[in-house]
């Protein structure tokens, strides 16, 4: 069973802060991640995607791939009381493009 | 919201009914997921479909069932609603953006009493 682990937090922030988001994941031939954003009572909202190793950037997000530690990372830069929201890892399988999820961390951002 | 509807979005039935629900995409993608989402428990998949009468089973597929007989619509029934059905149901698609990414509808909330 493929596995994909997150701190469930919460993690609170201060406004302007940068906010670190971890994420690890069992299967080493997975090759596409993906970072949800959930505010209660909606739907997942895509944020980032990251197939390659290194740093992607978006914005004030930064998506962080490490596939030899297995590890995919999150930064918020200037974080905004309106980042606060349950923000979600998932790992792609093989086949039928299925996605495997974390349980998510939430993250409180203080005015 | 790539264009995908769920319908009902609340619905509240009895022990031992069937329920179906329903999602449907108007933007022609070929590949269907439904996930259910519990506290504690995070996303999981039930099934998905990759074509039109093309379907497979997911982590949690036990008491549910899916059809899918044009592209647009994908079903997922309960057979007989147990309690420990009771979730939040979402659909999604999957758009290619160089690889495929996942799209999520806005979700059903089925409680069963």
């Known amino acids: 069973q493929k596995e994909v682990e997150q701190n469930s937090g919460p993690l609170s922030v201060p406004e302007g802060a940068i906010a670190s988001l971890n994420c690890t994941y069992s299967?080493?031939?997975?090759?596409?991640f993906f970072w949800y954003r959930q505010y209660s009572g909606k739907s997942p909202e895509l944020i980032m995607f990251i197939y390659s190793n290194g740093d992607k950037e978006d914005g004030r997000f930064t998506a962080q791939l490490n596939k030899a530690s297995q590890y995919v990372s999150l930064l918020i830069r200037d974080s905004q009381p309106s980042d606060s929201a349950t923000y979600l890892c998932?790992?792609?399988?093989?086949?039928?493009?299925?996605?495997?999820f974390g349980k998510g961390t939430m993250l409180l951002v203080s005015p | 919201d790539a264009g995908i509807t769920q319908s009902p979005r609340h619905k509240v039935t009895e022990t031992g009914t069937p329920v179906t629900l329903r999602c449907h995409q108007t933007?022609?993608?070929?590949?269907m997921y439904w996930y259910r989402q519990d506290p504690g428990h995070g996303l999981r998949l039930i099934h998905y479909s990759y074509g039109v009468k093309d379907t497979d089973k997911g982590e949690v597929s036990d008491g549910y069932s899916v059809s899918r007989s044009k592209t647009e619509d994908f079903l997922l029934t309960l057979e007989s609603a147990t309690s420990s059905q009771t979730s939040v149901y979402f659909c999604a698609i999957a758009h290619r953006e160089g690889r495929e990414t996942q799209y999520f509808g806005p979700g059903t909330r089925l409680l069963v009493l």
């Open positions: 998932a790992v792609m399988n093989s086949g039928y493009s299925t996605l495997t």
């Open positions: 933007e022609n993608h070929r590949y």
């Open positions: 299967d080493r031939g997975s090759q596409s």
